[in-house]
């Protein structure tokens, strides 16, 4: 969607005059007012703050983001060619694919005048799907498909994933076969801990990549919200619309109550509920070892553009962006060289440190390197039968995988509720918290079986 404001055809298009060759591949404007003083629209960065900056000679760019990260002009050829230059450069270099930041954005529609306000922008009832003039636009799948004809040069060929938050019924979209193949599924993301909500998010989402013959990608964290360890924690709040994994600043200095230990077990519990699920899971940085989003970080540390453009109303994302710990006793816990890194890890992670966890059957590393060992052996075809759970109030969720080579299947069972419940049928492979006994599945658990 952009690139850096140092990159040199950016730097060339600050030297060229208006309307040279040079600015064509970015998205420059004139502006309104009297000597065009006055941005192209009032249209609002993501990271706060106006989306356009002025340059000396009176025109304005636009940034969707930071203004040191000026969009591309998608309608540019010379833009468009370069990026083919571009993905097979690091293809040819043995990458194994790509992902593609805001790909629902590369694409956009300023030919109004004057350009839709931001609140038109944002009043999804006045667009078609796929015609809103600033965001996930059809045309932008065209990109997408002379990327595939890229990617499929190359044996095997280049994979990608697209990072798009549109809405669910758009989203399978960005993955179909003959575009980038797969899409990030933040829908898990953005639910509560909840049988209900993950059983309605599951069964949408396996539908429609059925429907767009695609596969489906599971995540539960990203460098962009909460940690699911730390988000789980939180009580849920149904006046704040279900929007925790998006609120970055929801519990940073508030006195919303944390349950450290109930979010990890939660966190625990969803892990291997979605190691279970048909498709692909992306696991964030961190996740592995259970690590919490951080409150607190003083200004001087913070590094996210979110941060310093809304001051005393974002405090930014940096909380779930502190370095991991790898070592227990080094400095900065392994990280680097230094006593300290570029934002201070507390002094609790000696706890979460890569070899403090490997050396402890029951850490959360040992449970993601078991459940994604024990995943590579029972994987099978890409579905799978909810089954009855047993219990009254439906706070578990059950399904089965089909059959493998053996001709048993491959069971999970996750209690949501905050009291155990009947253990289901079956050889019992692997839990996320301990099993005392084998007849009972613990609350906020998820177990796998074979039967």
């Not at 300023?110 to 003039?133: C, H, T, Y």
């Not at 279900?242 to 969803?270: C, H, K, V, Y």
Request: hydrophobic share 40%; with cysteine.
């Amino acid at each position: 969607n952009h690139s850096s404001d140092q990159h040199k055809w950016f730097i060339e298009a600050l030297s060229a005059p208006p309307g040279s060759p040079a600015r064509a591949r970015y998205i420059f404007r004139d502006g309104l007012g009297t000597d065009g003083q006055l941005p192209p629209s009032d249209w609002i960065s993501v990271f706060g703050g106006p989306a356009w900056t002025r340059v000396p000679d009176g025109q304005w760019y636009l940034h969707t983001f930071a203004k040191e990260q000026p969009d591309w002009n998608w309608d540019n050829r010379e833009v468009q060619l370069d990026f083919l230059r571009t993905l097979r450069f690091w293809a040819d270099r043995g990458v194994d694919g790509f992902r593609i930041d805001v790909a629902n954005n590369l694409k956009k529609d300023l030919s109004a005048n004057p350009l839709p306000s931001q609140g038109e922008i944002n009043d999804a009832s006045l667009w078609e799907p796929g015609r809103n003039p600033f965001r996930d636009r059809n045309e932008v799948f065209d990109v997408y498909r002379e990327w595939r004809q890229v990617f499929d040069e190359y044996d095997p060929p280049r994979v990608a994933v697209a990072e798009a938050w549109v809405e669910p019924e758009r989203q399978h979209l960005y993955a179909a076969p003959d575009g980038l193949g797969q899409v990030f599924n933040f829908d898990l993301l953005k639910s509560n801990f909840s049988a209900a909500e993950f059983r309605e998010v599951i069964a949408r989402n396996i539908a429609q990549a059925f429907e767009s013959g695609s596969s489906n990608t599971w995540v539960l964290s990203n460098h962009d919200v909460v940690r699911h360890a730390t988000r789980y924690g939180l009580p849920f709040d149904a006046t704040r619309d279900n929007q925790m994994a998006r609120e970055w600043d929801l519990f940073d200095g508030s006195t919303i109550p944390l349950d450290a230990e109930q979010g990890l077990r939660r966190a625990r519990a969803a892990t291997l509920l979605l190691l279970a699920l048909p498709g692909s899971t992306y696991m964030y940085q961190g996740e592995e070892l259970g690590l919490p989003s951080i409150t607190g970080i003083s200004p001087d540390e913070r590094q996210d553009p979110t941060f310093f453009r809304n001051k005393g109303h974002d405090v930014g994302r940096d909380g779930c962006r502190i370095p991991i710990p790898w070592a227990a006793a080094a400095p900065s816990y392994g990280f680097g060289p230094g006593v300290a890194s570029h934002i201070s890890q507390p002094a609790a992670w000696a706890s979460f440190a890569v070899d403090t966890e490997s050396a402890d059957p029951a850490s959360t590393l040992s449970l993601y390197r078991n459940a994604l060992a024990l995943r590579h052996k029972l994987q099978v075809a890409e579905e799978l039968e909810w089954l009855d759970s047993e219990t009254p109030d439906d706070s578990v969720l059950l399904f089965a995988r089909p059959a493998g080579p053996d001709g048993r299947r491959w069971v999970c069972a996750t209690n949501f509720g905050s009291a155990p419940g009947p253990m289901p049928a079956g050889e019992l492979l692997l839990a996320s918290s301990a099993i005392t006994d084998t007849n009972v599945l613990p609350a906020e658990t998820t177990a796998w079986l074979r039967r």
